[in-house]
């Protein structure tokens, strides 16, 4: 039997710190002075039932995944796509107690569902532009002939054909822009082509 390298012990010295605090009921620290060693190590020999080291090998402990678990951890996924394998070993906990993130990890991969899916990216709408759509546009500037103030550039845009139509005046009042629409639908599309239906006044 080959030993640990830094063994204090041998296997008979083991078994005989056990037999001799059970049988002959000598102490942890009588053990050992008796056999020069750390009262540590006297307990450890003292408490375990065999007298052989403990494997150092890391500890797999085996891993559970039955047609049932695998089946429900892909059925879940496909229901629930964007839940990673931490959030489905705790929703399937109930039914198999042995769920863990390792196990829907492995099952995810196999299956190839590791990855959530893409979503579409929704093509974006522009501003809905109707058949003969006008937008009106109000810009102030300072006053061109002398004088203090401001005048307002009142604009008609025909959307569809991007064709304006613009006034200068010295107000953007509700009537002012009223009137420059007014004008502009006679000159706009689709009234242009038929000639003015507004009468003509000079602004």
Not at 12 to 30: D, F, M, T
Not at 139 to 150: D, E, S, T
Request: aromatic fraction near 6%; charge should be positive; glycine fraction near 6%.
């Amino acid at each position: 039997m080959t030993l640990h390298a830094q063994a204090a012990l041998t296997i008979k010295q083991r078994q005989e710190v056990k037999r001799l605090h059970e049988v002959e009921g000598l102490s942890i620290r009588e053990l050992a002075t008796k056999f020069h060693v750390n009262p540590s190590t006297a307990q450890r020999w003292v408490g375990r039932d065999s007298a052989l080291d403990l494997s150092s090998a890391p500890v797999n402990h085996a891993t559970v995944i039955t047609p049932e678990y695998r089946a429900a951890v892909v059925s879940y996924r496909n229901a629930h796509p964007r839940h990673g394998p931490i959030r489905i070993a705790q929703e399937l906990r109930d039914r198999f107690g042995f769920a863990n993130r390792g196990t829907a990890l492995r099952i995810l991969q196999k299956e190839g569902l590791t990855r959530p899916p893409v979503r579409e990216k929704k093509p974006r709408k522009g501003i809905p532009v109707g058949r003969h759509r006008v937008q009106m546009d109000i810009q102030q500037l300072p006053v061109v002939a002398g004088g203090k103030g401001f005048e307002y550039k009142i604009t008609a845009i025909h959307l569809r054909t991007r064709l304006k139509y613009s006034e200068i005046h010295s107000d953007r009042q509700s009537a002012t822009v009223a009137g420059v629409l007014k004008r502009a639908l006679d000159l706009l599309p689709p009234f242009s082509p038929y000639g003015r239906t507004t009468p003509w006044s000079s602004p």
